[in-house]
């Protein structure tokens, strides 16, 4: 039996009946379309998938659909809502060098957004901590550390306030 | 990589859960952060008929701290909550350090100390420091509630005391004694995200410069998360020396029945099993002299 929910992505409300065997990364990219949001292991272990859950980043692979009924949903497409500005950490990812294939790159740019929220100011240890739920199978790990410093900074001198979607 | 198929409830009270806990039978599985479970079933090992989901029952995740009782923490209380929580971080340490340390932020922000629990993974990070803090584990059926040491809820990897249609409903710790001071360790070959190779939690109680008593519980050195009784009367009632703790931690491993796996050896564990044992007992003395400086 399909399950009627309502929820929020990226600030656009949705109302979707859906099965409830089906994860959030599923109707996401399948029915939403936003296919920013990748599905890497499928077992919570490389974070390809993280996207907000109200203010909290989560596995969208083990999430299941009908469980953000009433959410607030936050994919890597609501990070630079316009389209021409992109938000801090996804300039700093571009400026840095940060993407290389690109697949773990949402999810890292998710959990990255997550630490900064709770961590203006986090030290290599601590951004390594944040990003401890993330592979990236090009191994450009110094990379995205720094992207992440790089976009700490940024967001400090800018007085950037997170919005909330 | 697709879901099986299964029904799907969400109740909005204890009481209806357990209705349906108990309607569905021995096809029904009980659902809190999804991180074990939805793994399980995702891996083909579990398929439930039907799910019941936890999360919308009202005042099931409340983290409540009484300073002359104890601390009760809500079955869908979030890992990274009970990391966070201030009464835990001051009161608990070795209890927020083990949620802390498990797992990724996303399955902190997902998973739940119940589910860590009821898992019973044998490297269940929770299960030592609560052990040895003598925590209690409630359990609600539709004949009622019964509270029973989390000592004797670990029967095996995978198996638990809960009986079908009970659901576990909280955890509560009492509050340490005075002069007494608690500790997790755990070693895995990774920082933190990989499954504990070991993990020791140790609460000791002290009298001046002897150990009164304590408890140490070693984590994924047995079937279940394992008392080492024989070290906890070791070190009871003895003069607190460095060759104490040294013997502490031989005894710990000689009692310890680890296996060799893709984690690590047998042989080395039982090593870690006497390093962590040390490190742990120092960390509990420790943390006992901070306590008893601050309340004077």
């Given at each position: ?85 992109l938000h801090p950490v996804q300039d700093a990812f571009i400026k840095t060098g940060a ?10 740019e998710?959990?990255a957004v997550?630490l900064l929220s709770h961590n203006p100011a986090p030290t290599e240890r601590e951004i390594?901590?944040g ?11 110094n990379q995205i550390v720094e992207a992440i410093s790089v976009a700490a900074e940024k967001m400090r001198e800018s007085g950037s306030e997170e919005?909330?979607? | ?296």
């Amino acid at each position: 039996m399909k399950h009627h929910i309502k929820f929020k992505v990226n600030g656009d409300e949705y109302s979707l009946a859906v099965d409830p065997w089906r994860t959030l990364n599923e109707v996401l990219r399948e029915d939403l379309n936003l296919t920013g949001t990748k599905l890497g292991c499928g077992t919570g272990d490389c974070g390809a998938c993280t996207v907000f859950v109200d203010d909290r980043t989560v596995s969208s692979c083990l999430t299941l659909a009908v469980s953000v009924d009433g959410k607030a949903v936050r994919t890597v497409e609501g990070l630079a809502p316009s389209g021409e500005e992109l938000h801090p950490v996804q300039d700093a990812f571009i400026k840095t060098g940060a993407i290389q294939c690109g697949f773990c790159t949402s999810g890292m740019e998710m959990s990255a957004v997550h630490l900064l929220s709770h961590n203006p100011a986090p030290t290599e240890r601590e951004i390594r901590a944040g990003l401890s739920g993330h592979l990236c199978r090009c191994t450009g790990y110094n990379q995205i550390v720094e992207a992440i410093s790089v976009a700490a900074e940024k967001m400090r001198e800018s007085g950037s306030e997170e919005v909330e979607s | 990589m697709r879901l099986p198929r299964f029904e799907y409830f969400a109740p909005k009270t204890l009481d209806a859960a357990l209705s349906l806990l108990t309607e569905n039978g021995e096809g029904a599985h009980v659902l809190a952060g999804g991180t074990d479970v939805l793994v399980k079933m995702t891996l083909g090992r579990l398929r439930p008929k039907a799910l019941i989901r936890l999360e919308g029952i009202q005042g099931l995740n409340e983290i409540h701290f009484e300073p002359k009782k104890g601390l009760t923490i809500g079955a869908t209380a979030r890992l990274a909550e009970v990391a966070s929580h201030p009464d835990i971080l001051t009161h608990y340490p070795a209890v927020a350090y083990a949620a802390q340390v498990m797992a990724n932020v996303q399955v902190r922000n997902m998973g739940t100390v119940a589910g860590n629990l009821c898992n019973a993974a044998p490297s269940a990070d929770t299960a030592p420091p609560l052990i040895a803090m003598g925590a209690e584990v409630t359990v609600a059926s539709l004949k009622g509630e019964r509270r029973l040491p989390l000592d004797q809820f670990f029967k095996g990897p995978g198996l638990t005391a809960i009986e079908p249609g009970e659901i576990m409903t909280s955890i509560f710790v009492p509050s340490p004694p005075p002069k007494s001071g608690a500790s997790y360790k755990r070693i895995s070959a990774r920082c933190g995200v990989d499954i504990a190779a070991v993990g020791v939690g140790v609460m000791a109680l002290f009298d001046g410069e002897a150990c009164r008593e304590a408890g140490i519980v070693l984590g994924a050195v047995a079937p279940i998360p394992m008392r080492a009784i024989k070290t906890e009367g070791l070190v009871k009632g003895q003069e607190w020396t460095q060759e104490l703790i040294e013997r502490a931690g031989d005894q710990a491993a000689q009692e310890s029945k680890p296996i060799s796996d893709v984690r690590a050896s047998a042989e080395w564990r039982k090593r870690m099993v006497a390093v962590l044992t040390r490190r742990a007992l120092e960390e509990a003395r420790e943390r006992a002299k901070k306590r008893y400086t601050a309340a004077h």
